[in-house]
């Protein structure tokens, strides 16, 4: 039989096999259908297609933030409800031998999986000697979409872990490992390299828009202004770490894997706003354009929207609020989403995965732009009233409207997380609520902290979150974070009307009064809490709370919890089925701390993750991040 690869590289493809019959042998002298050589793929766009198009993978299922175990149980966002999978990032206890949670831990050698094909990619596409494509502009589009990932890919590891060995051409198979080593970047090279790949990307699109689900014009730029941001925040500015990190004794010395060592941290400022405005530039988002804000309940409505991505066809749901995004994962299978069926409330059969804690409900906002405080009598007596509308789009708490439960013990259809009192057999009797770890169904999927989260579930009412996938995507981008970037940018540079007005906007659309503060100071805090409130469960707070250097005091700490017991009001009752009725029940509301499940605890080492012992020991010339045993 002939040897049927010689060439350096083998890929391989979907494809149908065919099967032949008969003596001969003819067969084996030919190339498989499902594989195909470096020289045979490059020499057919369609097979180059395939193969730029494969390197997308880097935004699978398993990267995205639909993952069981999402990121905001990371932060002072969410609780993780099953395993100890957080407990050691959580407590600061991870290290390079034990990464704890797996959603970061896979990052390292899933991105360099991905920078290495689009090496592979541009060192073809590049070289007209290396490919036999005519087409000069599918030959662009293909190489800006390997530009763009390669990009993402080191946005990816310098965001968890700062500078990473900057690896720019494909590597031939090799027995001697020494030739695999290299040093790792410093921050400020690994910026320069993702932002001269976003540059050239942008050059080779050329404004085309490419079709659903592929990178667009506005796509590489919202990368860009991300990074930017990222490079001007504290996090990597020499002078304000050591000032905020001073018990790391290693730090010093590898300063520059992890912050700019020099240079003005305005003027990373002033780039970063021109890179944000440049994506405001180009689009106009979603209902970006009031000038007062809307009522409340349009204001929930639109919020809902923008969290449905165009994937749903609930009621009132308004399709155009895709245009807030910029990039997303889509889920356009029998495979997809299973998100509802992972966070939703047990008494539903869902397995109440990622429960908002108490330290994000009580940062909504009561309707009028005051603080919500469990201190405000008013407030404590009824919690869940005139609060933020994005609240309601967002959490599922005790009493709140949800779907059809097609239970008889709840013909009312409401989450209940409390405990209450019933008459039953002619006897007041305390029963549990159906969402509860006491409740009748799956207790073990009910909640810790008396919330569920309702973002990113779709509220169509014909879909059954237990068994129901839904379609609702997944953005990476979205223009709103674009108008963050801005907004942060001009605070930071004093352009605080500038800022104002922006922010205004978003609040507009959701409902909310205008913003009046005119001092830096105080609309550095606003901005912070309102991109916490717009943006969550969005894996962003992971990383603003260290690159704001204000970990310690926001995902660092304990978890809160709200416990829910209504009584009888004096001559009320209520016999056999329980549903929520404020004229019937008292209802109290106990907050409070909760370390049963997770003590949290904030070790400054933790504003860096720390680099695998396993890719240490492969690589020697690896530096470990401060404060981390190798």
């Known amino acids: 039989m002939k040897k049927l690869i010689k060439n350096k590289f083998l890929y391989m493809l979907p494809a149908v096999f065919l099967f032949t019959t008969g003596c001969s042998t003819d067969f084996l002298n030919v190339t498989p259908r499902d594989a195909f050589s470096d020289a045979t793929t490059w020499q057919d766009p369609v097979l180059a297609e395939k193969f730029v198009s494969d390197i997308y993978n880097v935004f699978e299922g398993g990267n995205s933030g639909f ?72 030959k662009n589009e293909l190489l800006a979409q390997a530009y763009f990932i390669r990009a993402y890919s080191y946005q990816q590891l310098l965001r968890y872990y700062g500078g990473v060995p900057l690896i720019l051409n494909s590597y031939l198979y090799n027995e001697d490992g020494t030739i695999y080593a ?40 919202a990368l860009k202004a991300r990074v930017l941001l990222y490079a001007a925040s504290d996090l990597h500015d020499q002078t304000k770490l050591t000032a905020k990190v001073k018990d790391l004794g290693d730090l010093a010395d590898k300063l520059p894997l992890l912050a700019y060592t020099s240079g003005s941290q305005q003027d990373r400022y002033r780039a970063a706003q021109a890179a944000a405005k440049a994506v405001l530039d180009a689009g106009t988002g979603y209902r970006l354009d009031l000038t007062k804000p809307e009522t409340a309940e349009l204001g929930q409505v639109n919020y809902k929207s923008i969290a449905m991505g165009g994937g749903s066809k609930a009621e009132g749901i308004d399709p155009k609020a895709a245009a807030d995004i910029l990039y997303a994962r889509y889920f356009i299978t029998e495979q997809s989403s299973a998100h509802a069926r992972h966070n939703g409330p047990n008494g539903y059969s869902s397995w109440g995965g990622n429960q908002p804690i108490g330290l994000l409900v009580d940062d909504y906002e009561m309707i009028d732009g005051t603080k919500f405080d469990w201190n405000n009598t008013v407030h404590k007596s009824n919690p869940y009233k005139n609060r933020d509308p994005r609240f309601y789009a967002s959490i599922l708490y005790d009493g709140a409207d949800w779907k059809p439960r097609n239970n008889s013990s709840d013909p009312a259809n409401q989450i209940q997380t409390g405990e209450y009192e019933l008459v039953i057999s002619g006897k007041v009797t305390k029963v549990a609520g159906l969402d509860t770890k006491q409740g009748p169904k799956e207790a073990h999927n009910g909640t810790w902290t008396g919330y569920y989260t309702q973002k ?160 240490i020991r492969k690589n020697p010339l690896l530096v470990q991040n401060p404060g981390y045993v190798e």
């Open 182 to 221: 290299k040093e790792r970047g410093t921050y400020e090279e690994c910026i320069n390299q993702i932002i001269q790949d976003c540059d050239e990307a942008t050059k080779l699109l050329n404004g085309k828009v490419l079709e659903k689900g592929r990178i667009n014009p506005n796509t590489i730029l």
């Open 456 to 615: 990113f579930i779709d509220p169509d009412p014909n879909i059954i979150d237990a068994q129901g996938r839904q379609f609702v995507p997944w953005p990476y981008f979205r223009y709103t974070e674009a108008v963050f970037n801005y907004v942060e940018a001009s605070i930071e540079l004093g352009e605080t009307e500038n800022a104002r007005t922006w922010l205004n906007k978003i609040r507009f659309r959701a409902g909310m009064p205008a913003i009046t503060a005119t001092d830096q100071n105080s609309l550095r805090t606003i901005y912070r809490h309102e991109r916490r409130i717009e943006m969550a469960y969005e894996e962003q707070r992971f990383f603003d709370a260290r690159r704001w250097l204000v970990a310690d005091e926001t995902i660092g700490r304990k978890v809160t919890i709200v416990k829910v017991n209504a009584t009888f009001k004096p001559g009320k009752s209520m016999a056999n089925i329980y549903k929520h009725d404020e004229s019937i029940y008292d209802y109290h509301y106990a907050p409070q701390e909760f370390s049963t499940k997770e003590n949290r605890v904030w070790k400054n080492q933790v504003y860096f993750l720390p680099l695998s012992r396993d890719e």
């Open 67 to 138: 993952t069981e175990q999402m990121q905001a149980s990371a932060t002072d966002e969410s609780l993780w409800n099953h395993t100890d999978a957080f407990l050691l990032l959580n407590s600061g206890a991870i290290n390079g031998a034990n990464e704890g949670w797996g959603g970061t831990s896979r990052w390292w050698e899933r991105m360099y999986t991905y920078i290495r094909f689009s090496n592979i990619a541009i060192e073809r596409l590049a070289d007209d000697a290396m490919n036999g494509i005519s087409d000069q502009e599918k």
